[in-house]
Antibody
Framework: QVQLQESGPGLVKPSEALSLTCSVA??????????WNWIRQHPGRGLEWIGN???????DYNPSLKSRVIISLDTSQNQVSLRLSSVTAADTAVYYC???????????????????WGQGTLVTVSS | QSVLTQPPSVSAAPGQKVTISCSGS????????VSWYQQLPGSAPKLLIY???ERPSGIPDRFSASKSGTSATLDITGLQTGDEADYYC??????????FGGGTKLTVL
């Protein structure tokens, strides 16, 4: 049973960078076969996909956040990290780490889903 | 404003059936697989359905889903008070990558 645990500062000042870590237990990010994602949820709002990374280093980001986001892997620690730069109050949210699985699909079709989620961590952007 | 459109809320009495819709387009739902997530109050989302209509182990068969064209639906039968939660659909969008619906709050009256 995979377990994901987010950690990082709960308070970040405007214009600074937000950095979070997701520790993975019960699965090795080295093993491949999974994408490692960050997803956030603004207070009282829906889910917003931030981006993901695969073991081979390929990453993909939400176009609306792409210029400010970096997701990276630390295979020695079995961790996934998120860095979001130049934050504003609009970045205040609960940030989730999630494992994404996929299956082979028809050409041009994407067949993926999030099968495991961390408990989430609230990050508030305020001076 | 979400790319996938869900009703903000639905309600039904215990034991009844409820249907939650998720409307998209040819760039997302029509040509990709849909998943559904349940978020109980104060908790992280949990996978409910993947591959349009598949249930992970441990998810009761009271939960079922389907997809047709640019829309998907989640059905919950035999409603229980413990089903009160927010429900989200998710899929791939050819331009926006992974997208979610705005979420539907289920109230069991």
């Amino acid at each position: 049973q995979v377990q994901l645990q987010e950690s990082g500062p709960g308070l970040v000042k405007p214009s600074e960078a937000l950095s979070l870590t997701c520790s993975v237990a019960g699965d090795s990010i080295n093993r491949g076969g999974s994408f490692w994602n960050w997803i956030r949820q603004h207070p009282g709002r829906g889910l917003e996909w931030i981006g993901n990374i695969y073991i081979d280093g390929r990453s993909d980001y939400n176009p609306s956040l792409k210029s400010r986001v970096i997701i990276s892997l630390d295979t020695s620690q079995n961790q996934v990290s998120l860095r979001l730069s130049s934050v504003t109050a609009a970045d205040t949210a609960v940030y989730y780490c999630a494992r994404e699985k996929s299956r082979r699909a028809e050409a041009g079709t994407v067949r993926r889903w999030f099968d495991s989620w961390g408990q989430g961590t609230l990050v508030t952007v305020s001076s | 404003q979400s790319v996938l459109t869900q009703p903000p809320s639905v309600s039904a009495a215990p034991g009844q059936k409820v249907t939650i819709s998720c409307s998209g387009s040819s760039s997302n739902i029509e040509n990709n697989y849909v998943s559904w997530y349940q978020q109980l109050p104060g908790s992280a989302p949990k996978l409910l359905i993947y591959d349009n209509d598949e249930r992970p182990s441990g998810i009761p068969d009271r939960f079922s889903a389907s997809k047709s064209g640019t829309s998907a639906t989640l059905d919950i039968t035999g409603l229980q008070t413990g089903d009160e939660a927010d429900y989200y659909c998710g899929t791939w969008d050819n331009r926006l990558r992974t997208v979610f619906g705005g979420g539907t709050k289920l109230t069991v009256l």
